[in-house]
């Protein structure tokens, strides 16, 4: 039996992989859009090419879109990661929230088809769970985001990928509240991600997103950018939530907010940098080094039921920066 993976060849997927790889002896498949990305993800593990294994499928806006091949076979539980995160978009519904929502739902029904899988993690989002109206108090895995539909499809393309967020996690939420799945559902939402890059990128321009934000922050050559919450969560911390969200049975059902206890903002990061940094020795960064205390979020019980334990700030940025710097001057 085998462990279906959807985004390895993305920053989170890749991280998830590499946490499948050491933590357990699973076999895994991983669902791929792009042969080429799989191909690339292989080959940087020659050591585990005989537990690992790709499929290629449609991308989620396919109007053919069908799973079922890749869960055909012995799958006997699923960790569902792939979903658009991009905000260079001109059409909210087509190309973030339908994908995220049918994406979901495909694996899902594949995964009833293909009878046999115990259980399915999903990567959901803080942006399923933030309430741009609140003002302060503790997140927890009960709250949702009161976007609506409607306001996704309209509205800017950072509110659209939060309502692609919510609706597809309330899509799995619904088709196992439905019965007869065979399996049972844990969610996982992160908030912001920071920390190393494991999958394969070409180049600085090709980072992922918030990997991106915080290299420029880094780089110090813009205004710096404002972080829009204060929460994160390290990416090797966040794989391990998802390993464990798969192997323990009584996650089972469960909503899971994955944060560090730490808050972070962009002017953080930046000292940090600065301080650890040859090449940003000295500079002088604008800004209240103090994130916005305002709102706290339950990252605890996810550290608690899950068994993780979170990484800092300084750890994540030096990791990540070291890795980018390096390979910027590698060309
Ligand atoms: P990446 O952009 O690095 O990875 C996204 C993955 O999804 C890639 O494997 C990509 O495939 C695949 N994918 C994207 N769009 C489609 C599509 N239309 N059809 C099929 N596959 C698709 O993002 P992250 O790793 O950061 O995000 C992974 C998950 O984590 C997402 O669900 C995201 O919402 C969630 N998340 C991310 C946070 C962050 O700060 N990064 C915070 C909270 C949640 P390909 O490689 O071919 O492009």
Redesign the pocket.
Known sequence: THILL????????AHILDALLTHTNLPIRIA???PA?GAALLSARPQHTARLSTIT?P???SPTLDLTPALAGGIDGVIH?????TYAITDNEAELIQ?AIR?VEAVLAAAAAAGGVKRVVL?????AVLDISRSGGEYTAADWNPITYAEGVAGSPVEAYRAS?KFAERAAWEFVGRGGAGFDLVAIA????FGPVV?PVGSVREL???AAVLWRAAEGREALPVARVAFWVDVRDLAEAHVQALLRPEAGGKRYLVAAPERFNYALAATIVGEEFEFAKGRVVEGSLVPDQSKSIDGRTAARELGISYRGFRESVVDLVAQISKKQEEG
Do not use: E, Q
């Not at 959807?6 to 997927?13: E, K, N, S, Y």
């Open positions: 959807t985004g390895a060849t993305g920053f989170i997927g791929v859009r792009s990305k499928i991308d989620f806006s990661v792939a979903s658009p995160v994908p994406g990567t959901s989002s803080f942006a967020k992160p908030p912001m991600v999958h992922n997103d918030s």
